[in-house]
């Protein structure tokens, strides 16, 4: 019988340990930091076509802590299923001056609304951004770049041998 309470003793105390951790991951992962695989063409040179590993980060945009320059996740305005990577060129307030590269050289000038902001892909050519569907509602920012994991090819070694992990 003292086997058995053993037994059980023991049962309990790995399920509340993979619980703990299980919890632990779940935070993490969705209100703190996870990795993001990101690829495409909008955000050539800085990012990849075939793909980058991105550390994101979900504290900045919930404390106002993102601006012009940061590279962000946002829900699409567009698809609401799809979360693209951008960069935000304005905040409310700001003056933004664009062109559609499509459409000509005309300039347009925009001032972003409040609670807004205008959100740019490196590659103007190649991107769906700001200039097709206009300022962003801050609420659909998802989460902020934090580190981008870089892998190196080699012959020699597997894919993931040769990482290193730059601060963006």
């Not at 993490?28 to 980058?52: E, I, K, R």
């Not at 304005?90 to 062109?99: L, Q, S």
């Not at 590269?101 to 001032?111: A, E, F, I, M």
């Not at 190196?152 to 290193?164: G, I, Q, R, V």
Request: charged residues 20%; proline residues 7%.
């Amino acid at each position: 019988m003292r086997r058995w309470g053993l037994l059980a003793k023991e049962a309990l105390t790995q399920t509340l340990t993979f619980a703990r951790f299980f919890c632990l991951f779940h935070v993490t992962n969705h209100y703190l930091w996870s990795p993001t695989l990101v690829f495409g063409p909008s955000m050539l040179p800085t990012l990849n076509l075939t793909g980058d590993v991105i550390l994101a980060e979900y504290v900045s945009h919930r404390v106002g802590r993102v601006g012009p320059g940061d590279i962000v996740f946002v829900r699409s305005p567009v698809d609401p299923n799809k979360i693209v990577t951008k960069r935000i060129v304005g905040v409310e307030g700001d003056r933004v001056t664009y062109f559609k590269p499509r459409n000509g050289d005309t300039c347009h000038t925009v001032v972003v609304p409040k609670g807004h902001v205008w959100i740019q892909g490196d590659n103007l050519y190649a991107s769906r951004d700001s200039r097709q569907f206009g300022p962003v509602p801050y609420g659909l920012i998802e989460g902020k770049a934090f580190f981008r994991v870089i892998c190196l090819p080699s012959k020699f070694k597997s894919s993931f041998e040769n990482c290193a992990i730059c601060w963006n």
